[in-house]
């Protein structure tokens, strides 16, 4: 147990140390530039902490305006998510399955992908008001189409000895629907599903900077911005960089769970 | 078979634009907030002849180009180089890995303060978010090269340069490409958000705001539908190259994220 | 328990259509272990799914124990040649084989047992926590077998099971088959490329012509059993056997034998 412990972490020491150099020289950089715009990054990490670290340990050290910017920012972010994955899949399976139906709205969805999705952000601050609803459907627009996309890409494509083999052997509509077709798509949305979440992340800080939010992530960038708060700026990026970095690995690491049979049905082969 | 997909497909658009107009027409949609499908569509003609709405297309092209080009030039050497030197890859990929997560539009209102001209921010912050779909795929290309037709130049007596420009390069060539037209679609939702977020002298993404402060639903709704087409046509053109010149891939998927 | 009248298939339609069946006649009484043998290509696999009820016919009728097969019918279970799509890589073996049986009305605990028991019969009882793709190829087609058993159909379709595994696993899963059979009682229908399995496997043996295809000759296969890889392959009954059906095949030049073109349709 040690041995192998001592071995990953010496193995994770090998593939970071350029980390702490990269830092290093940032910070002996920006000391020597002395440049307002480039703070050194031990003066961000403390305009960080100042700004949402300074809690109590019992809360993660989470201070009142952590909790006041992260918890509006990520549940507006995972909801809209949420509503576009259920939405997606829903859709894209239906698609997938039917290519009449797939005639009828293949040119639809490739125009709907297309258009970028902050162009609809103004639109969507004169039909609701620049409140919640808003940020909402910016982000379910914009992270529906990968979900949608991948999910008729993975339905359409089941192995068609999969469904007879489920025909045969007398499968009820819904059993193939839960225990064929959803598990064979599931490699592909589930790549729809990383992507979209991303793309969420992005949306959610677009949709604020635009709608003018009175709390978030967002709006912290933007009152930092209009205070001149340059090391402000700085930890807010690089904080939503962190919260990107955080997403992507937790769900590579339920993706990994989920379709273990996947990965190594594939490596056998 | 063909046939009857177009008309398929037709089919549904048309149904979709009728049954708005229906909605808007018998008072179920109140066309107030949401105009009639033939009034968008007809706005989106006469933008075709707007000089003013023509202008800022050309605006948000140029800024898209300028930074697509630019974040190609940047991203393919530094993706050739990390692919075919592994150490230098290993040191930086996490600070790689770090780096792309970030949201590029969070640093729209930070590059808006230092960089002076309005045109250098949005190139700046399109380059950003541009370069990571050209790097990862180009460096994903050069670890794809089939080792044998590497060994075969090898045994020939063709040195490391030789083979990198007759093996690793063309072989690494589709994969680049679709970096691109994955970098493509993201440098415009990049050059939009700038402009809806920090305005400047003309742009798609202006002309929608000015549009939405005069409340003219129909014309912010008018020029979304020509944003969709830019995109499409983008796409499109950058599929079609993709298949014209590289006929003999068949992995044309690349990496998306 | 089977009768197949007149049954014809067209693929597409116009310039391009392919006439697959040309009007095949065939009845298989209950118990019988049938073995069909053709050309690559001579739509062999197209008969079998129309017999399965995955593809309508254009033409004739196929009736299982006097009714009419629109759909699949109930008690009938096919073995597939391609092993490794026909399990389901996200199941476990045990998931694989108790899937069908929800149809059966059967519990969970029930089903369970069921499932162990048809893998004892196919030697499989200690894989039963495994996934499809950890075992071998030869085992994984006995996992498909032993779902097939599970169901416990009164017709079974086997669609060429042996054609994608190694000379050994196939002698090996022949008998398996056989000894199978003398347990549950059951009708076979094995289509096959290989001349010698199927006068090894069957009791008859039915030739089919090349496309569009019709019953060429339909021999008895009067061997003693129990079945023997070695014995019954050396009596003179089987080398005769096998060379009438040889030269049936051989008889037109078209009749081709390499694997590489075993038929796909």
Known sequence: MTVANGGRLRGLALRLWTVPVVVAVWEAA?????SVYFPPPSAILARLRELWFSGPPARLFLSDAALADFLPSLGRMFGGWALACLGGIALGVAIGRSKTLAGYVDPLIEFGRAIPPPTLIPLFVVLFKADARMQVATIVYGVVWPVLVNSVDGARYVDRLHIETARVFGLSRAERLTRVILPAAAPKIFAGLRLSLSLALILMVVAELAGSATSGIGYELLYTQQNFDLPGMWGTIALLGVLGFLLNSSFL?????????????GRTK | MILSRVARGAAGVAVLLVAAEVAGRTGLLDTQIMPLASTVLAGAA???????????????????????LLATLLAVPAGVLLGSLPRAETALRPVIEFLRPIPSVALIPLVALIAAADGTMKVTVIVYAACWPVLVNTMYGLHDVDPVAKDTMRVFGFGRLAVLLRVTLPSAAPFVLTGVRLAASVALVVAISAELLAGGEGGIGVYIVRAGSGYRIDLMLAATVWAGLIGLVVNALLVRAERGLFRWHAARAGVTQ | MLDVVNLTHTYGSGPEAHRALGGIDLSVPEGQLVCVVGPSGCGKSTLLRSIAGLVRPTGGEVRVKGRPVTATPDDLAVVFQDYSRSLFPWMSVRDNVALPLRRRGLDRAARRTAAAEALAAVG???AAAKYPWQLSGGMQQRVAIARALAYRPSLLLMDEPFGSVDAQTREDLEDLVLAVRGHHRMTIVLITHDIDESVYVGDRVVVLTRAPAVVAADLRVDLPGPRDQIGTRELPAFVHLRSEVSRLVRGRPEFSMTPSQIDKE
């Open chain 1, 30 to 34: 920006a000391r020597a530039a002395e």
């Open chain 1, 253 to 265: 690491v339920v993706e990994r769970r989920t379709l273990s049979w996947h990965r190594r049905a």
């Open chain 2, 46 to 68: 006469g933008l075709a002849a707007d000089s003013e709405f023509l202008h800022d297309v050309s605006a948000t092209v140029e800024v898209w180009a300028e930074g697509l």
């Open chain 3, 124 to 126: 499989l009882e200690s």
